[in-house]
């Protein structure tokens, strides 16, 4: 949003509110244009994005001998369907 100073001073609030909230305000003053946002504003939408750590909290240990086992026969018996298919 473009305004000129005059309405600038007017509505210097709610400008700045919409200019925290992300969007772009720009006063003009004789013949100068000025841009208004965040200090610390990120360059884009897509770097403020909190990244989300995802843990499966059921992942097996791959070292049980147990786990192996089982692994181990849940594989042979897949590779017995596909030999008997032929």
Avoid: C
């Amino acid at each position: 949003m473009e305004v000129p100073i005059t309405q600038f001073r007017r509505k210097i609030f709610d400008l700045m509110n919409q200019a925290m909230a992300g969007g772009e305000v720009w006063v003009t003053h004789k013949g100068h244009r000025f841009r208004i946002s965040p200090e610390n504003q990120p360059a884009d939408r897509l770097s403020r994005i909190t990244p989300l750590e995802v843990l499966n909290p059921q992942t097996p240990d791959i070292e049980d001998p147990a786990l192996k086992t089982e692994m181990l026969a849940e594989m042979e018996k897949a590779w017995q369907a596909d030999w008997t298919i032929l």
